[in-house]
């Protein structure tokens, strides 16, 4: 168990339609780390927020947003969702902000959308 | 862009046998290298990373691996496979150029036979 942790844990939807993903970091953890992992395409990171604010962006879609609330946990907002979403929404966290900090993974959210 | 490329999808090895992953990136700049082992219906886990300093870097579970900057490489080794090591294995590069980027390999599917 890495101490972090994601809901849901599975997510069936339609086409779109807009849904939340939310994690809660490890205590302590102040960055928080989005990726997807998809068939397609592999694993991806999508952005990265420290303490609140936006750290770093990686190959996020418009249609994807984030944010990080006071409580540090944070949410990955997915909409006009496409068949091509579906996959595998991991969310990790770290100490600080720098990518050399070990990064612990939640167990993700597997988003299905029909 | 940087990229990272891992040879071979698929590696089968006997127990007991020698463990070699295969892992080369592109940056023009020094990286940090990441390898992370993911197991069925898991997230993923750190096995070890290189930011600076020695080239050749020990993680958990008894693997190791070497940073070959002439090379481009970051191969992960272990000498005596175990049954429990069979998993997905990433290797993942992370620079300062083209902004903060962090990128995954397709990752290898290790699978030991006993």
């Known amino acids: 168990d890495s101490g972090v942790t994601q809901t849901p844990k599975h997510l069936i939807t339609a086409t779109g339609q807009r849904v939340t993903l939310r994690c809660s970091p490890r205590?302590?953890?102040?960055?928080v780390y989005w990726y997807q992992q998809s068939l397609d395409q592999g694993l991806q990171f999508l952005i990265q927020?420290?303490?609140?604010?936006?750290?770093a962006k990686g190959n996020i879609l418009e249609r994807f947003s984030a944010q990080q609330f006071p409580d540090l946990h944070s949410e990955l907002n997915l909409s006009s969702l496409e068949l091509g979403d579906s996959a595998l929404y991991f969310c990790?966290?770290?100490?600080?902000?720098?990518?050399?900090?070990?990064?612990?993974f939640g167990p993700g959210t597997r988003l299905t959308v029909t | 862009a940087q990229s990272v490329t891992q040879l071979g999808s698929h590696v089968s090895v006997s127990e007991g046998a020698l463990v070699l992953l295969r892992c080369n990136y592109s940056?023009?700049?020094?990286?940090?290298l990441f390898w992370y082992v993911q197991y069925p219906n898991q997230g993923l886990q750190l096995l070890l990373k290189?930011?600076?300093?020695?080239?050749l870097v020990k993680g958990i579970n008894g693997f190791e691996a070497e940073f070959k900057k002439s090379e481009t490489s970051f191969h992960l080794t272990k000498p005596s496979a175990h049954m429990s090591d069979a998993a997905e294995y990433f290797c993942?590069?992370?620079?300062?150029?083209?902004?903060?980027?962090?990128?995954f390999g397709p990752g290898t599917r290790l699978s030991v036979l006993p």
């Open positions: 990790a966290s770290s100490v600080d902000t720098g990518f050399s900090y070990e990064q612990y």
């Open positions: 205590s302590g953890d102040l960055s």
């Open positions: 927020y420290y303490n609140g604010e936006e750290r």
């Open positions: 940056s023009s700049v020094p990286p940090y």
């Open positions: 290189y930011t600076t300093g020695a080239t």
């Open positions: 993942a590069v992370f620079s300062y150029n083209y902004g903060q980027n962090f990128v």
